[in-house]
């Protein structure tokens, strides 16, 4: 029940100090095993994707995180495990990990991924070159949807190194999804994944 009301908060926080509201575009909230994939602005991304989905796809959809950075403490570890249900993974790879398989599990039980394919923050313009995990997770499981999501100004309203949130309209832009096809190879895949959220960012 505690970890419910926290999990509550939160979201009630994040949506009242950024506004953000989910734009659904090419696509529909449905309650099925997805991956939503996101360009990577700050710690707070997976927490405001989290929030704005529908409460019946938030229960079924956990976050991939890092473990170096939210298991430096007894308050992250409780937070990401308990709070959010996130896939922890080392972004540093040590013999005997299987972050693919760690990633296969929930969705073989019909939960969601949150995932940031660039693999770190980036403060610039556009995106990071994709790392080729959601190709890999893709190969395994052909028929699962990657769903872009495009999040604007959250980097802002959370700079990076900095504790508080500074009150910023954000906003989230959800698209059209994308399917490996068959015999595609890597660098076509990720090329069209990288084009998908990329057509969702705003116009200035």
């Not at 660039?118 to 990657?146: N, Y």
Request: contains cysteine.
């Amino acid at each position: 029940m505690l970890e419910k009301t926290l999990a509550s908060l939160f979201c009630s926080i994040i949506r009242i100090l950024t506004g953000a509201r989910a734009t659904w575009r090419g696509t529909q909230p449905e309650k099925r095993a997805r991956i939503y994939y996101a360009n990577h602005r700050s710690h707070g991304d997976f927490v405001l994707i989290w929030a704005i989905l529908p409460p019946a796809l938030r229960a079924i959809t956990r976050p991939v995180a890092g473990a170096e950075y939210w298991l430096r403490s007894r308050l992250r570890r409780y937070l990401i495990e308990r709070v959010f249900h996130g896939v922890l993974i080392n972004r540093q790879i040590k013999r005997g990990d299987d972050p693919i398989g760690a990633m296969l599990a929930p969705l073989a039980a019909g939960e969601s991924l949150i995932v940031f394919p660039e693999g770190t923050r980036h403060q610039g313009d556009g995106i990071l070159p994709f790392k080729s995990g959601i190709h890999r997770l893709a190969e395994k499981r052909p028929e699962t949807e990657f769903v872009p999501v495009w999040i604007e100004n959250l980097g802002r309203a959370i700079p990076k190194g900095g504790m508080l949130v500074v009150p910023l309209l954000c906003t989230v832009t959800i698209g059209a999804p994308v399917t490996l096809e068959p015999g595609e190879g890597r660098a076509d895949f990720l090329t069209r994944c990288q084009d998908a959220l990329l057509a969702l960012e705003p116009v200035e």
